[in-house]
């Protein structure tokens, strides 16, 4: 398909490998190991892959993984994680992302994805291409040396210390049940595992080897880093299916007297400083979106998860898509019914709003503030917030 400027967007063909990684490269600054490119590759559907070529030069090129998405109550979509969208800084400004995009949606609409996902690079982009993020992450640091529990948090045990290749079977059993229970939690395929347990020096980032902490219902990969006078660990994943597994597994991060403080990314509202004397021991340094969701099956979607609340709603979605309209929603008991509607719209928000109040971690009441969604009064508005609540924390299941 030609873009406005002239530039072909076509399908990704082997022969243009090379020059995807060459732009990648150039525009994320960094390479990824041939290895990995090939385990990404595994997870593009046919004709997931596009590029925009000017003449003979790959100047753009995105894809698609086929990844399967949990939601809250447990349910499971299909999704299309959207992923490595480069245009070359020769060519910006040119159409040539909106090219690829649109190429992109349309292809995963054909092959009925009722919602696609991205990580953004770059915030200030993908709203105006109806997606909105998801889920959020914070970047914790927790002060070992002064981190105490309260007298009351119970001591499960049940950790033990273990070699991570040696546990493969193990840390996919409790990472599916994780995964089944977390909204923002992704399948992983088994070439992903063999890529992480792999252990490239290059996935290091400074860091020591892959480590691993192994509970029945939950386990943590770390690293340690730093030098003789200051080391630290730093949590790669830590999955926990129970309260218990999770208090466990923190109990003996923090129980490593000889390390200083102890780094993780986790959703907001984390446990943990509420098991401690001194709730500052855990300082936020960081935070930042995580999953993007874009909404391309409204009726499908919106059925599939569960609600915290009742609410008949009118919902008015908009960004000029085809796959968006006017749907009335109707929840009873958790479970919704969504289908086209002419009735006068309760609310009125965009395709972007949709994706960022799915997975419960944003407000209703923070958009319609932000004159970014519109009510027929303050009402409907607080039954939004309490309807799309979720009890479980999203989480992006991991990086794509």
């Known amino acids: ?34 290895e990995a490119n090939d385990m990404w590759r595994t997870l593009i559907p046919a004709g997931g892959a596009v590029v925009a070529c000017d003449a003979d030069d790959v100047v753009g090129s995105a894809y698609y993984l086929d990844l399967q998405l949990t939601v809250p109550g447990g349910a499971v979509l299909p999704m299309a994680g959207v992923s490595w969208v480069c245009v070359a800084p020769t060519h910006r400004r040119r159409g040539v992302l909106r090219a ?3 190429e992109l949606h349309g292809r995963m609409a054909a092959a009925s994805y009722p919602v696609a996902g991205l990580e953004a690079s770059e915030g200030g ?23 105490v529990f309260l007298d ?27 995964r089944l229970r977390t909204p923002g939690g992704l399948f992983t395929p ?23 902490l192994l509970h029945a219902d939950g386990f943590a990969l770390y690293r340690i880093s730093g030098g ?47 098991l401690l004397t001194d709730a500052r021991r855990v ?10 969701l874009r909404i391309l099956d409204v009726p499908t979607v919106l059925e599939a998860r ?29 479970r919704a019914r969504c289908v086209p509607s002419d009735a006068d719209p309760d609310v009125t928000l965009s395709q972007s709003v949709l994706g960022s109040l799915y997975l419960g971690q944003h407000r209703a009441s923070a958009f319609a503030a932000a004159n970014r969604l519109h009510g027929s009064d303050s009402r409907v508005v607080a039954t939004l917030d309490a309807v799309f609540a979720a009890d479980v924390p999203a989480q992006q299941g991991f990086g794509f």
């Open 1 to 34: 398909m030609p873009s406005p400027t002239g530039v072909l967007v076509r399908s990704a063909e082997d022969a243009d490998w090379p020059a995807i990684v060459l732009l990648a490269a150039t525009c994320f600054g960094s390479f990824r190991p041939p």
């Open 100 to 102: 690829m995009l649109t």
């Open 125 to 147: 982009i993908y709203t105006r291409f109806g997606y909105g993020p998801a889920s959020v992450v914070e970047t914790l640091n927790v002060d070992r040396r002064g981190a």
């Open 152 to 178: 009351g948090v119970p001591d499960p045990g049940g950790v033990r210390v273990v070699a991570p290749v040696d546990h493969r079977d193990r840390f996919e059993e409790v990472y599916e049940r994780w």
């Open 190 to 212: 088994r070439s992903m595992w063999d890529e992480v347990l792999g252990d490239r020096e290059v996935s290091r980032h400074g860091g020591g080897p892959l480590m691993a």
């Open 228 to 274: 003789r006078d200051r080391k630290s660990v730093s949590v790669v994943k830590l999955a926990a299916v129970t309260d218990d597994a999770y208090v466990a597994l923190w109990r003996t991060l923090l129980g490593m007297d000889l390390m200083d403080a102890v780094t993780i990314e986790a959703p907001p509202g984390e446990l943990l400083p509420y």
């Open 283 to 292: 300082g936020v340094t960081g935070r930042e979106d995580g999953l993007w």
């Open 306 to 334: 569960t609600y915290a609340a009742d609410a008949s709603v009118v919902l008015e979605v908009s960004d000029g898509s085809a796959d968006v309209g006017r749907f009335a929603l109707d929840v009873r008991d958790g």
